[in-house]
């Protein structure tokens, strides 16, 4: 059985897929210390030279944009024309390991890993991310909620590849913001981190919001109940209305990082902050 594979289209990786299981590598920065001490556990599909996965532009036939399976963390912190509800990405984008992880690893790639602690998580959540999906057979497309189904647990089927994410229109409005905090400033793990989407109406009140809340559950979680209190509120009102009990659905462990009730505690004032920044422009 061949061990190692180098692909440069989509067809002729599904097509690879189909007849095998394969262990997938892109940009490599979960794929080798993942490894640790041991060997690969299976032959390894190498789908970096697949230009098609590259890149992040306008899907304008979807009415969203379009992030490639191999675009980087720092591909997307240089791209100037995305709109403003993007920031929170981008600052997610920042706190990925170092620069040199960076320049490497790929957005999608941090999905695929599906750890608790993903740092793009909270923030394609509340841009409505949907992800791609492709066999042999079909293309199909699902909400980031719904392919994240635990710890480093996804819904994606041996025979697929992720080739991309779509962020649709209506959840590129407003202004949004991200938080996080960990032991240290960089190349941390998080404690608990925040992402918000704030769009506001023509009399200045909330119009829609979208809260997400990462490393305090298996999976990162929506606050929708803090959602919909926020529909209405002024700018000047936005962050003093979550509390403990919009948190309810959160889930944290007690860890060498932090006991449960201290990351829920980070979790709130993160929230607070997240909010506060999404809209200190117009309060």
């Known amino acids: 059985m061949e061990r190692y594979a180098q692909p440069t289209s989509v067809k ?5 897929l189909a007849a095998d299981a394969w ?10 210390p993942g490894l640790g001490e041991g060997p690969v556990s299976g032959p390894v599909l190498d789908i970096s030279r697949i230009d098609a996965l590259r890149g992040i532009s306008r899907d304008n036939d979807n009415a969203g944009w379009r992030i490639g399976a191999l675009a980087t963390w720092t591909q997307l912190v240089r791209k100037d024309d995305l709109p403003a509800a993007f920031d929170c990405l981008k600052q997610a984008a920042v706190e990925v390991g170092s620069v040199q992880i960076q320049n490497r690893a790929t957005i999608v790639g941090n999905l695929c890993n599906a750890s608790p602690a ?62 996080k905090l960990g032991a240290r400033r960089y190349l941390v793990i998080s404690i608990a981190m ?7 109406d023509a009399a200045g009140l909330v119009k829609t919001a979208a809260v997400s809340v990462g490393a305090c559950s298996v999976v990162a979680q929506r606050l929708s109940d803090l959602e919909k ?5 002024s700018p000047e009102d936005i962050s003093s209305v979550p509390d403990a009990r919009h948190l309810d659905c ?13 990351r829920l505690d980070a979790a709130l004032e993160g929230v607070r902050r997240a909010l506060a920044a999404c809209v200190e422009d117009r309060s």
Do not use: C, K
């Open 229 to 233: 209190e926020l529909i209405g509120a």
């Open 23 to 32: 262990v997938m590598l892109a940009g490599g920065t979960d794929f080798y």
């Open 12 to 16: 002729e990786a599904v097509e690879l």
């Open 250 to 262: 959160l889930s944290p462990i007690d860890d060498v990082r932090a006991p449960a009730g201290y």
């Open 194 to 200: 925040v992402a918000a989407r704030i769009e506001l």
């Open 118 to 179: 993903a740092d793009g998580v909270p923030a394609l959540l509340v841009l409505n991310a949907e992800v791609e999906l492709t066999s042999v057979h079909a293309t199909r497309r699902m909400a980031l909620s719904e392919f994240l189904q635990g710890n480093r647990q996804t819904a994606r089927r041996r025979e697929e590849i992720v080739t991309g994410v779509f962020i649709p229109d209506d959840a590129t409005q407003g202004s949004s913001a991200f938080f």
